[in-house]
């Protein structure tokens, strides 16, 4: 079976503070992602990676970034941590470059800026 | 980009009844339309998907449906039982070297009662 962890499942932070988010798979998954999930807006592309070659900018990048240095491994930083980025974080995984393939999820991060 | 609208936003209904979800995309180039299943504490989980040279597609007690004309599809739950509850997600992307890309919609939160 296809395992993704998140290392931490609650997250409480101080605004301005630097957060980093890990994510790890155990497939040899090319492809990683994060998302932000919350009520009413569904999950919300943050940014993808492609192997540790190429990392991409999703649909709401702003006050994030992203670092993959080795492929199992994704991890999502916020520079200066904001009370607007309270969320839950999911990362995700699949293989190759088809859309087709099934995405692997965590089990989330539950991250609160105060 | 692709856009995806998901309604409604909760359902509820009796064990037995049948539930039906419904979602649009903006963008012609989307051709490949999975559904997840999140349950309570846990990562979304694909639960069925439609590609679409295929109109509908049936796996067990769910199936998919899309109209490619009209750019809407829907998931549709029939014989529904308590473990059904959970929060379901519509996503579109488009094959080929896309990374996997995929768009979700808002979210749908199915409740069932005995």
Known sequence: DVKVTQSSRYLVKRTGEKVFLECVQDMDHENMF???????????????SYDVKMKEKGDIPEGYSVSRE??????????SASTNQTSMYLCASSFGLAVYNEQFFGPGTRLTVL | GENVEQHPSTLSVQEGDSAV?????SDSASNYFPWYKQ?????????????????????????????KTAKHF????????????????????AGGTSYGKLTFGQGTILTVHP
């Not at chain 1, 080795?70 to 520079?79: A, H, N, V, Y």
């Not at chain 2, 694909?46 to 109209?67: C, M, P």
């Not at chain 2, 829907?74 to 996503?91: G, K, M, N, R, W």
């Open chain 2, 21 to 25: 979800i419904k979602c649009t995309y």
């Open chain 2, 39 to 67: 349950e309570l504490g846990k990562g979304p989980q694909l639960i069925i998907d439609i590609r679409s040279n295929v109109g509908e597609k049936k796996d067990q007690r769910i199936a998919v449906t899309l109209n």
């Open chain 2, 74 to 93: 829907s998931l549709h739950i029939t014989e529904t039982q308590p473990e059904d509850s959970a929060v379901y997600f519509c996503a579109a992307g």
């Open chain 1, 34 to 48: 994060w998302y932000r999930q919350d009520p009413g807006l569904g999950l919300r592309l943050i940014y993808f």
């Open chain 1, 70 to 79: 080795k492929k199992e491994r994704f991890s999502l930083i916020l520079e």
